[in-house]
């Protein structure tokens, strides 16, 4: 699933973690490219394209809607499932809103028919240890890592983020940043750990 810039993959990869150069993990099945689903529906899609919204443009340029989710059901029945189950107990998606989407490059074979000038999102993807994509992908294991690692770096924040509540009344500076209060260095903090509330992060 493509997150798309209201939730930035940049803003969900964690700090040191590399977003681009990814191991070469992948089966070459073609099913992502087959099964794309964004969290934004395809109306709010295309006026966000309209705007100039550069990862709209991206992924508008390379996928095409499937004319249902039944038309795509019968391409990638596997990931549809899955992403309906995802759907059914998610606030950011709505399934009456949601579309299918397979990409124009793909070959019959499941290859990636523009390799070499594929856009960004696809050479992240997946973007993170929470992008949903197809059973059994390549990916699998390296997912498993990002999101055990990402959960890692958010109790370290929510400690930072404590730690920093209890020694921050008003007004108070950091020392090496006089500009900066100790409580707006919190909310930084707790700004960072924002974007994971939807994967969980109240209870890591
Ligand atoms: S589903 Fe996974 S294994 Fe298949 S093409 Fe996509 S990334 Fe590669
Ligand atoms: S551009 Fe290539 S990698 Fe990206 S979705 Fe299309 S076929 Fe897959």
Known sequence: MYDL??????????EGEESAGLPDFCHKCGRCCRSATTYAPY???????????????????IFQPYESIEAARMVVPEQVEQVL???????D?????????HCRYVTPEGLCGIYEKRPRC????????WSVM????GFEGWQFQQREKQKRWIRDLKTSAYILAQM?????????????TLQDL?????????????FGADYW
């Open 5 to 14: 810039n209201y939730y930035g993959t940049e803003a969900l990869v964690a």
């Open 43 to 61: 109306k709010e899609l295309k006026e966000m394209a309209e705007r100039g919204e550069k990862e709209a443009i991206e992924f508008l340029s």
């Open 85 to 91: 189950k995802e759907a059914e107990t998610s606030d």
């Open 93 to 101: 998606l709505d399934v009456s809103e949601m579309t299918f989407y």
């Open 122 to 129: 696809c050479q992240e993807a997946p973007a993170h240890g």
């Open 134 to 137: 197809p059973p059994e992908c």
């Open 168 to 180: 921050s009344p008003d007004g108070v500076t950091h020392p090496l940043r006089p500009e900066t």
């Open 186 to 198: 919190r909310e930084m903090v707790e700004a960072k750990i924002k974007p994971w509330k939807r």
